[in-house]
Nanobody, 118 residues
Framework: QVQLLESEGGLVQAGGSLRLSCAASGNFFSINYMDWYRQAPGKQRELVAAITSGGSTGYADSVKGRFTISRDNAKKTVYLQMNSLKPEDTAVYYC????????????WGQGTQVTVSS
């Protein structure tokens, strides 16, 4: 059974930094894409950052230049380095991975709260 385990988020002041991680465990062949999403209260879940198996990355306009996604394939882990945090970054952050077992399925982490105070 595949599981994704996210690190704890936290409370940070505006301008601060935080790094999230998400590690996959279980029996599977490979991890394809790895994404980070977030959902603020009263808003839809949105894609924040994505990284392909080849290492290509993409970011939402709202986080470009501030957030960096990376992956460690040996550790089956994806990271999200968040710098220059703003109050509007406050949300529950979720990782998602496209993982190959007999076929490719999406798996989600449990979500972690990030709160940025002004």
């Amino acid at each position: 059974q595949v599981q994704l385990l996210e690190s704890e988020g936290g409370l940070v002041q505006a301008g601060g930094s935080l790094r999230l991680s998400c590690a996959a465990s279980g029996n599977f062949f490979s991890i394809n894409y790895m994404d980070w999403y977030r959902q603020a209260p009263g808003k839809q879940r949105e894609l924040v950052a994505a990284i392909t198996s080849g290492g290509s990355t993409g970011y939402a306009d709202s986080v470009k230049g501030r957030f960096t996604i990376s992956r460690d394939n040996a550790k089956k882990t994806v990271y999200l380095q968040m710098n220059s945090l703003k109050p509007e970054d406050t949300a529950v952050y979720y990782c998602k991975m496209g993982i190959s077992t007999m076929s490719i399925h999406d798996y989600w982490g449990q979500g972690t709260q990030v709160t940025v105070s002004s």
